[in-house]
């Protein structure tokens, strides 16, 4: 077997490893599981890093079990939270599970049938039939409450200010220990992947192997990830609208895309690495490229295609290059030419106002669509002093304050972009 611990070490994926976890690996085929919440019905791109270590592990000849939890999904992970997780009904759990499910199988073929082919479960499946008395009795009594007392994530909860934890947390770590046990003996699943705050729960489940077995049958692995950052110490996967999505109908193309192509020098570098499955020597070439000229971003623009391409398709990538160019060109050409549907990916986000069409029949001067009817500008003698200076556009041309707004100037029909200066950007709508 090739070295895949090696591997996620340079690419920086590697935080905590249980000693022979990487002999196991290089020895043979080794079956290994990762979970995910179903708290929505989508992934954010804080769930990039798990489900890229799955693909790492396929690619290097192991066989990925993904699971989705509908079991821990009812009681709530309590790790790395301050307060109790809101429960959600079957209903909203059901959607979301079925959800998830769509957005993994977009990234692992499920159907496939070589011996490493990936496997995609639902803890719910095992959790459903287990009575609470046999789970006291075969689990409980297993692990001690002192052993779970001890993890950081029961530690935090209970030292912490406000309500502390409630037993149904509490039990949270059993339950995915259980799924551990239960993958072992189905599946001779040994090693359980996730993030650096799941290190408490996963060596519960290691730990919860090893009493509910002997010899040979008692061996599992516990290895984590760093939690991703950026350099400035901000949370990653937000921007100013909120998560990024891993889902056109959450987070358009155009604006995943242009996520990962803003990002800065010091973090495109870190990323590049951990998001694209690039090999060593073309990063490294590409690092050098940049430090030569930063301005080009030739690191950030190969991220943003790389991971445009894995999380969406080559097709969306060209569109959504296509709609950057089109925004960011000083002439209109390209805005006119987008569909509808893409020309508004491109302006969410923009601030908006709407002003009726009977508005602009006859012509609405310039000022009063300035300050007036949109509020673009706080006063009208602050929209003449940015037209005296030359500063505002009207679909990327230049205008006085001569110009009055027509239904000549419409954009499909309905939309006008005014511009202010290089980067203040305000979008009309005409209804």
């Known amino acids: 077997m090739k070295n895949i611990i090696s591997e996620l070490q340079w690419r920086g994926l590697v935080h905590d490893i249980m000693p022979g976890t990487e002999e196991q690996l290089l020895k043979e085929m080794t079956t290994t599981y990762i979970g995910f919440d179903p708290t929505s019905d989508s992934l954010h791109i804080g769930s990039l890093v798990p489900i890229i270590l799955l693909v790492h592990l396929k690619n290097f000849g192991h066989k990925p079990i993904a699971l989705v939890g509908g079991a821990t999904g009812m009681i709530g992970d309590p790790s790395g939270k301050s307060d109790e997780r809101n429960l959600l009904d079957e209903a909203t759990l059901n959607h979301n599970v079925e959800g998830i499910k769509g957005v993994l199988s977009r990234f692992l073929d499920f159907n496939e049938t070589t ?22 009795r075969d689990v409980g009594k297993r692990i001690t409450v002192n052993y779970m007392m001890a993890k950081d994530s029961v530690k935090k909860r209970l030292s912490g200010e406000g309500e502390g934890m409630s037993f149904t947390e509490f039990t949270y770590q059993l339950i995915q220990g259980y799924d551990f046990y239960h993958l ?69 193309v155009y604006k995943f895309y242009q996520f ?59 569109k959504a290059i296509e709609a950057t160019a089109a925004f960011f060109n000083p002439k209109m050409d390209g805005l006119i030419k987008l569909d509808a549907k893409t020309f508004l990916e491109v302006i969410d986000g923009v601030p908006q106002a709407e002003i ?75 209804v």
């Open 115 to 136: 011996p490493n082919a990936p496997v995609l479960v639902n803890n719910y499946d095992w959790m459903k039939g287990l009575s609470f008395i046999n789970f006291a």
């Open 260 to 318: 990962w192509l803003n990002t800065t020098d010091v973090d495109a570098e870190k990323y590049i690495k951990i998001f694209t499955f690039l090999g060593k020597e073309e990063i490294d070439a590409l690092i050098e490229e940049h430090k030569v000229a930063p301005h080009l971003r030739v690191l950030q623009r190969k991220l943003a295609e790389e991971l445009t391409v894995f999380v969406h398709s080559k097709e969306e990538l060209e």
């Open 356 to 430: 009726s069409k009977s508005d602009i029949e006859t012509g609405l001067d310039i000022i009063k669509v300035l300050n007036e009817k949109t509020g673009f500008f706080k006063s009208n003698g602050e929209a003449r002093r940015a037209l005296t200076a030359n500063s505002i556009s009207v679909n990327k041309e230049k205008v006085t304050e001569e110009f009055a707004l027509s239904s000549k100037d419409l954009i499909n029909n309905q939309f006008v972009l005014l511009q202010s200066g290089k980067k203040n950007y305000f979008v009309i709508r005409v």
């Open 184 to 252: 072992h003996k189905e599946y001779n699943c040994l090693l359980q992947m996730g993030g650096s705050d799941q290190w408490g729960n996963i060596t519960t489940g290691t730990e919860l192997v090893r009493r509910m077995n002997v010899g040979e049958e008692a061996k599992a692995f516990a290895m984590t990830c760093p939690l991703i950052t950026k350099a400035d110490g901000s949370k990653f996967g937000k921007s100013e609208g909120g998560n990024v999505w891993l889902t056109a109908d959450k987070t358009s």
